[in-house]
């Protein structure tokens, strides 16, 4: 594990962050795929530090970042009593950042800002956009867990808090399931395969969890697979 602080906030990149790289084997060789895999490691960790800031700044105290194969997750614990629609925006915040910031650099290419970038810039710069925005929207959908099976589950919580877990659950589940026949009948059975891995470690961890309204420890952050 390589540990370091940025702006005050612990981060770690485990090991099987690497597989990021055998990503990009299909694409890149040399130092393209180094260029495509540093784009993707700020990617997601601009995605975390989104839910980091956040968190900080409405009062979260001992707050971690971690970053590992296929993905990232932040933890805290509220310092007081949190709203679910505060709560909201911590989950919502990752993504929130990463779309931007992607959005940012595309619009800079769109407008033709970034003008004598080298090749290897380019191949930096479209890596960045397709991680930053990619990774961004897929962590909206409804999936535990996903920010988007957090966002849905504060939300819940906010009019209905006895009942936020189990809606959440079952949502991610339906959709979840949904998402993997529509893929497979598209012939995407790669990300068929991803997000039924997906959706099958958050129904078993979210399922072997006790409902709790205001837990000691939070976690946001996608594609959190225990590796």
Do not use: C, K
């Amino acid at each position: 594990m390589i540990r370091f602080r940025l702006a005050g906030i612990p981060v770690g990149v485990h090991v099987s962050f690497g597989i990021v790289a055998l990503m990009g084997l299909g694409l890149y060789r040399g130092v393209e795929l180094v260029a495509w895999t540093v784009a993707v490691f700020l990617a997601v960790l601009v995605h975390e530090l989104g839910h980091a800031f956040t968190a900080r700044a409405f009062g979260g105290r001992r707050i971690e970042v971690t970053l590992f194969a296929l993905g990232g997750v932040t933890t805290w614990r509220p310092g007081v009593p949190m709203s679910p629609w505060r709560a909201f925006v911590v989950a919502a915040a990752g993504s929130a950042v990463g779309i931007a910031a992607g959005g940012l650099v595309w619009l800079a290419f769109r407008l033709g800002l970034a003008g004598g970038v080298p090749h290897l810039g380019v191949v930096f710069a479209q890596s960045f956009v397709w991680a930053a925005l990619g990774w961004g929207l897929l962590n909206w959908i409804p999936i535990l867990p996903l920010d988007g099976g957090r966002m849905l589950e504060h939300l819940v919580a906010a009019v209905a808090p006895g009942r936020a877990h189990g809606v959440a659950r079952v949502v991610s589940i339906v959709v979840g399931t949904v998402l993997v026949v529509v893929l497979w009948r598209a012939g995407s059975r790669f990300f068929a395969f991803f997000v039924a891995t997906l959706t099958l470690v958050g129904a078993r961890r979210e399922g072997t969890e006790r409902p709790r309204r205001s837990p000691p420890a939070v976690e946001e952050g996608g594609g959190e697979f225990p590796i």
